[in-house]
């Protein structure tokens, strides 16, 4: 398979940033779908999340480079701040419901600094903006668990 075809497979989180309506969105419910089927712990989410931003960022690089600044088809960056919204905490229904909106919600606001991060050219650009979202998501959560 060429390599420009792997970054698209990749970018695209596997076919779902093509679908037609609200693509990032989808991308976020195929990451919260995986999440809960795959019931690894901690260590293995923490390297699955590192190996799939730095390749993130090469293939979102390259579809970026191949199409316009942060195309939409690009959904990767929706897995990684999916994943990082629900990591650390307890695996509840409540909890990965809450997590998809406030992830989606906070990616779309982009708070300070993912606003200023998203300006950056490449796949580093793209997929920050995310990983901060998804951060800001999970101490949310964090907070909430913490006080119920």
Known sequence: MPMKK????????????????????????????????????????????AVT??????????????MKKDPGIVVIDEFVGQWLAL???????WIFIASFFLFRILDIIKPYPARRIENLHGGMGIMLDDV????????ILQGIVYFI
């Open 6 to 49: 792997i970054a698209y497979l990749i970018a695209t989180g596997f076919g779902s940033g093509y679908f037609p309506i609200a693509p990032g969105t989808a991308g976020s419910l195929v990451a919260l779908f995986l999440y809960i089927v795959f019931p690894w712990d901690l260590f293995y989410w923490s390297v699955i999340i």
């Open 53 to 66: 931003f730095l390749l993130g960022v090469w293939a979102a690089g390259a579809v970026e480079k191949d």
């Open 87 to 93: 990591l650390f905490l307890p695996k509840m229904v």
């Open 132 to 139: 901060i979202a998804g951060i800001y998501a999970n101490i």
